[in-house]
């Protein structure tokens, strides 16, 4: 951080004249271990630094982003922002006018227990060498691999209204794979971390059992090999938080971005079913459905102190016992809009815009743990990791297929199914939501490979969720 | 940064190494506008100055990779390659021998230029604008120079570089109603952007017509390239690399196995002699002009990166697993019969986010999207509600295909997650006797 403020101070020697301007500086460190089938692969050290200048002159707006934070490139990066700048003056959606102003002085660092360099690399590699041969149960094992990847996220920005928001985002990413293989069949398991992420150090490594969890992963991949196909029915479907995050991201986080309302992304990444009169009255689940913005869940991916405008961030409850109340969406998108909001404006890196993107969104607990779930079906299956998501560019008409499925049969869990999916539309899948579990089965997780914006940027999202029981969903197996 | 700096940075870093450390250098730069448009009316507008190093650095049977930006301050960038080299030799002390290392041990240079010069990005938006006047387009505009290279202390000196632009838009009527238009290349002509403009208006005016809601089920259908190239990029997630095949992974492992097969008449290439990505691997390979990977609708090869080529015995073709130059041979259709072709069914204009059902038998889900309709005697008759549906390319390339059309369209990617992709391909429009729809 030290190095970004140094940047910003000698900015801040040469601040454009304008309206309003904002210097977003973003330094990132990245390394990845990794061991597959006992070889080690070719590690990668990677770091990024670079600045995105925004400028408000004249009734428009525009942006410069820089590799080169030199005096001289900064200076450069604000004459080509200031040309857009110019354009969109003349050819702007609306007025400058709109556009939000920070003073906010804040700052946020992940607290971690355990730092990446406090392990050796040859120890990290021995860790993950231990996890492969504990992947290896048989010959039907034909891949396998085991990882730990460290990311480090450092961002300055500073305002022409005098604010300044210093933010420092800890990763540390283990995960697992196995898969097997018997004649055309091929399953794969994930575990250890692979999609549940948290901020945080090395901690992370005990937290997620990247050792102990090899050998179920493995298991439970050989076992799908020979398992039924799930079958093609109207069941009851429990949804394991490691599926419901998609679930919750895809047909709530997505619908609920204020730009996809407001028509932004109709050309890439859609528009919703949800419009601006909807909120405050439209009914999208039953009333066990509570999900909310937050970003103060410690250690969440998204948690920190304000959005990548300097909005501060406050948890805001997005639907409540069922009914919608607030769209995601920063000031700019609310100005356009009329509507509420959150503090959700964000950037994949120093070389994108801020836009209105998901931060952590979770379906908050309800009452019992996941044995009261199970207890209540009938005839249904459990669905656990998430494999494959789809769903229209409404966000409306989604498909999603797990790794793992389970029957249910008379309140009691069966055996394993594999290739198990399931469709349905957001309009109505909500509203069979019939059983929510409590605080005891929350899980804080997230995705980190969210895809959106022209140009595309993909960022991490933090969601968290417990497990879940819906009625009459459509399941369905594999083959042609 | 251009071709000279960078040889310059990596002739520098070769000059500081020791004993038997071997160097390869990577360089990724771009220089570009993006310009956002909704409601014909730009939303958002700025300029990308970017440039990244890549490092692999070998010693005897051991590597480390690393990378780290760059300024364009050949001062200040050759300090931060330092620092980076000196990383990657601290690391290198804690890796064991990698079996699967591979590089290119013979000096060798390219150089390849497409397109001149980029369009001035501000001018192209005001022409668009107004050529667009009156309708509801929304889209983005993504222009200037790309250049990527390789250099190492074995003597590689490659790069390739091009100046273009992409223009990916849709024009809209009405909440999913709306069409999508497309003009990428490297020579702007405004006077073409305009043909495009109108010939959507024209489309738009399908649009108004009152939209269908058909029932899941089977259904007859053309996908346009647009929409095949959507099922291809599904397919080229795993279905064409080495490592996916060697360790059953693979989309298409029963077809590898003989177990199913495409229709005779496909063929699946990739072709690199296209020209518009480069030419070279990282680890400092040649990449030929031509993979066949697909043909005669079997199973015929697959695309080999130096590590994948390394650890399974076989001769480097690909830069990566994924295509970049994806090829899909034509058939004898003409494009113009289609409608009478098709007589009643689905003109598929475009799908969407398409992903994996069940790979082990290669099924794939995915929606309509943009400019599908229903056509009934030859003729088309409405706009159609968005559809899901959930089948097997077994089919839809197999079984159930009654025909290619004889042009193919290319279509240059308008993705921009790790910089402006130079991938593309070229593809024909197909006609199948059926198409499941689940939802």
Same mark, same amino acid.
């Given at each position: ?327 995601? /969406? ?67 008409? !989604? ?82 | ?43 958002? &507008? ?164 009152? &939209? ?67 030419? !070279? ?37 690909? &830069? ?50 943009? /400019? ?68």
């Amino acid at each position: 951080m030290e190095r970004l403020s140094e940047i910003a101070d000698r900015f801040l020697t040469q601040a454009p004249a304008c309206d309003y301007w904002t210097l977003r500086l973003v330094e990132e460190d990245f390394d990845h271990l990794e061991v597959r089938q006992g070889v080690v692969e070719p590690s990668r050290l990677a770091s990024v630094l670079g600045a995105m200048v925004t400028l408000v002159k004249g009734g428009g707006i525009g942006y410069g982003a820089t590799s080169d934070i030199s005096p001289a490139g900064l200076r450069a990066a604000t004459r080509r922002a200031a040309d857009w700048a110019e354009v969109h003056s003349r050819l702007g959606l609306f007025d400058a006018d709109i556009f939000p102003r920070s003073s906010t002085r804040a700052d946020y660092r992940t607290p971690i227990q355990e730092a990446w360099v406090s392990m050796s690399v040859s120890d990290k590699l021995d860790l993950l060498q231990a996890a492969n041969r504990a992947l290896r149960l048989d010959e039907r094992i034909v891949d396998w691999s085991a990882w730990l990847s460290r990311r480090r996220v450092a961002q300055l920005l500073v305002t022409g209204d005098g604010g300044r928001v210093s933010q420092v985002w800890d990763f540390v990413h283990p995960g697992l794979v196995a898969v097997a293989n018997a004649g055309s069949q091929t399953q794969r398991r994930h575990g250890a971390g692979a999609d549940w992420a948290q901020q945080g150090g090395l901690e992370r490594v005990a937290a997620v059992r990247l050792l102990e969890e090899a050998p179920r992963v493995a298991s439970e991949a050989l076992t799908l090999l020979d398992s039924p196909e799930c079958p093609q029915d109207i069941r009851d479907l429990i949804l394991l938080p490691s599926q419901m995050v998609l679930q919750v991201h895809e047909s709530i986080g997505h619908p609920l971005e204020l730009d996809r309302i407001l028509g932004d992304e109709r050309n890439y990444a859609g528009t919703s079913f949800v419009t601006p009169g909807m909120f405050g009255r439209y009914r999208y689940g039953s009333e066990l459905l509570n999900v909310t913005f937050d970003p103060t869940v410690p250690l969440e991916l998204v948690s920190g102190v304000t959005d990548d405008e300097g909005t501060p961030a406050r948890r805001e409850y997005l639907i409540r016992d069922g009914i919608l109340e607030r769209p995601l /969406g920063g000031p700019l998108s609310q100005a356009r809009a009329g509507l509420p909001g959150t503090a959700s404006t964000r950037a994949s890196g120093w070389d994108r815009p801020p836009i209105d993107r998901m931060g952590n969104i979770n379906l908050e607990p309800g009452e019992g743990n996941l044995a009261d779930l199970i207890a209540q079906v009938e005839r249904g299956v459990l669905m656990d990791t998430n494999r494959s998501w789809s769903i229209d560019d409404s966000r409306n008409k !989604f498909q999603f297929g797990c790794e793992l499925g389970r029957l249910i049969e008379d309140g009691e869990l069966r055996g394993l199914v594999r290739n198990p999916g399931y469709r349905g539309i957001s309009a109505t899948f909500w509203r069979s939501l019939h059983g929510v579990g409590g605080l005891e089965t929350l899980e804080v997780r997230g995705v980190r490979n969210c895809g959106k914006g022209e140009p595309n940027q993909s960022v991490y999202v933090g969601h968290a969720a417990p497990p879940c029981l819906f009625r009459d969903v459509s399941v369905f197996g594999g083959g042609e | 940064m251009n071709a000279d700096a960078f040889f310059t940075l990596a002739d520098r870093l070769n000059a500081r190494l020791t004993g038997a450390e071997v160097l390869f250098c990577g360089m990724s730069s771009e220089v570009s506008d993006f310009v956002r448009l909704n409601r014909n009316r730009i939303r958002q &507008a700025g300029h990308v100055h970017s440039a990244a190093l890549a490092l692999t650095l070998i010693e005897g049977t051991r590597q480390v990779e690393g990378s780290c930006d760059l300024s364009g301050e050949p001062s200040h960038d050759l300090t931060r390659a330092q620092q980076l080299l000196s990383s990657l030799r601290g690391r290198l002390r804690h890796v064991p021998a990698d079996p699967y290392l591979d590089y290119c041990r013979e000096p060798d240079e390219s150089w390849r230029r497409c397109g001149d010069r980029a369009p001035d990005p501000a001018e192209a938006i005001g022409s668009l604008v107004q050529a667009a006047a009156g309708m509801d387009l929304v889209g983005i505009w993504a222009s200037g120079d790309i250049g990527e290279g390789v250099a190492s202390s074995v003597g590689h000196r490659h790069w390739h570089e091009s100046a273009s632009f992409n223009l990916d838009w849709s024009c809209h009527l009405e909440a999913d109603k709306a069409v999508k238009g497309a003009y990428s290349g490297f020579q702007w002509n405004p006077e073409v952007m305009r043909q495009r403009v109108e010939a959507m208006r024209d489309g738009i005016g399908l649009m108004a017509r009152p &939209a269908r809601t058909i029932e899941p089920g089977r259904y007859r259908a053309y996908l346009a390239p647009s929409a095949l190239n959507e099922l291809m990029d599904l397919l080229s997630w795993g279905g064409f690399d080495l490592k996916s095949h060697r360790t059953s992974q693979t989309p298409l492992l029963r077809m590898a196995r003989g177990e199913r097969a495409f229709a005779p008449g496909v063929g699946i290439h990739e072709e690199h002699e296209r020209g518009l990505v480069a030419g !070279f691997t990282p680890e400092g390979f040649r990449i030929p002009p031509r993979v066949t990977l697909v043909e005669g609708g079997g199973f015929s090869g697959c695309l080999v990166d130096a590590r994948a080529g390394k650890e399974y015995g076989e001769v480097v073709n690909a &830069a990566s697993g994924s295509p970049s130059s994806l090829g899909l041979d034509n058939g004898t259709l003409e494009t113009g019969n289609v409608l009478g072709l098709l007589d009643t069914g689905l003109w598929i204009g475009n799908l969407w986010y398409c992903n994996w059902s069940d790979p082990n038998d290669c099924r794939v889900t995915g929606m309509t999207r943009f /400019g599908t309709y229903w056509v009934e005697r030859g003729e088309i008759v409405s706009p159609v509600r968005v559809m899901r549906f959930d089948d097997s390319l077994y089919h839809l390339l197999g079984d159930r295909l009654e025909g290619l059309t004889r042009e193919r369209e290319l279509i240059l990617s308008a993705q921009t997650y790790e910089g402006r992709s130079t991938d593309s391909a070229l593809l024909p429009g197909i006609l199948v006797s059926g198409i499941d729809l689940t939802l």
